[in-house]
């Protein structure tokens, strides 16, 4: 256990449906990084924030996509009108600045059906 | 876009031999690298790291040796133990802007007894 939790761990949806992830790092980190995982692949870069801000964000997160990050502790990750090409696992890193080292959460695995 | 890449996908050894799992990069400019460990459903486990400045790094029953004239990076795990059974992924990140990591597709390491 890395101190980074995440929620759900496991969301089955419909196509069209809207679904939204909570990452909690570890409290003193703020840095967080979202991230997402496709079989077989390793994890690719989606945004990240510097405290509340978010201040880099992928070409691969679409207009459906949003994240947030209010106070600057939790994160958010929503998906609105999920397609079946968004069934990933959906991974949170946090880091400490001066430090490089990313922890990982557990990831949330999203089925849209 | 610039990616790091694995020269094996899959590898298999004897309880107890070495191991070595190999990984090119592309960003020369890329001043950190990392090992994490996969385990089936779950989230990428750091193993241990190396900044640009360094050849080699050890941990417990792991090094990791840079070579930075052709771009390339290892993984040694010693003695291995079936818990060692995963797909490794190593990732590299610029020391500019977000700082996020760039991963290579991962090598499922299997441990025979």
């Known amino acids: 256990d890395t101190g980074v939790s995440q929620d759900p761990r496991h969301k089955i949806t419909k196509r069209g449906q809207n679904v939204t992830f909570r990452c909690d790092p570890i409290s003193e980190h703020n840095r967080l990084y979202w991230y997402r995982q496709t079989l077989g692949q390793g994890p690719e870069f989606l945004t990240y924030?510097?405290?509340?801000?978010?201040?880099?964000k992928s070409r691969l997160l679409s207009d459906r996509f949003s994240a947030e990050r209010p106070k600057g502790s939790f994160s958010t990750l929503e998906i609105q009108r999920t397609e079946q090409g968004d069934s990933a696992m959906y991974l949170c890193?946090?880091?400490?600045?001066?430090?490089?080292?990313?922890?990982f959460g557990p990831g949330t695995r999203l089925l849209v059906l | 876009g610039e990616s790091v890449g694995l020269h094996l996908p899959t590898l298999s050894v004897q309880e107890g031999d070495n191991s070595i799992i190999n990984c090119a990069y592309s960003?020369?400019?890329?001043?950190?690298f990392i090992w994490y460990k996969q385990e089936s459903g779950k989230g990428p486990q750091f193993i241990i790291d190396i900044r640009s400045n360094m050849d080699k790094r050890q941990g417990q029953r792991v090094t990791v040796l840079l070579n930075k004239t052709v771009k390339h990076l290892s993984l040694q795990i010693a003695a291995t133990q079936p818990g060692d059974s995963a797909v490794y992924f190593c990732?590299?990140?610029?020391?500019?802007?977000?700082?996020?990591?760039?991963f290579g597709q991962g090598t499922r390491l299997t441990i025979n007894p």
């Open positions: 990732a590299e990140t610029l020391p500019q802007g977000a700082q996020k990591l760039v």
């Open positions: 960003n020369s400019a890329s001043d950190y």
């Open positions: 890193a946090s880091r400490q600045t001066g430090l490089e080292t990313q922890y």
């Open positions: 924030f510097q405290n509340e801000a978010q201040l880099e």
